[in-house]
């Protein structure tokens, strides 16, 4: 069973808090979320800034796939 990457609090309240900000601006690729958070959040470490970027991403593309999902169940 393959294990998921461990993630500090502070990294999800980051991601969490910027979603709930601007839900809009993120997309599912990586190198477009690290240029939006650049402009939204002024995050002192590369390190950190792509692990909030990393987690973003990652939110995004599974409340996409929830929702391609849950359109399927209603169109059956």
């Known amino acids: 069973m393959p294990l998921g990457n461990v993630r500090s609090e502070k990294v999800k309240r980051a991601a ?22 650049a402009s939204l959040a002024k995050i002192p470490s590369t390190k950190l800034r792509n692990n909030v970027v990393g987690y973003i991403t990652r939110l995004v593309v599974r409340s996409q796939s929830q929702s391609e999902k849950t359109s399927q169940k209603e169109s059956s």
């Open 16 to 37: 969490r808090e910027l979603l709930r900000r601007y839900p809009d601006k993120f997309t599912t690729d990586f190198e477009e979320n690290k240029k939006v958070i």
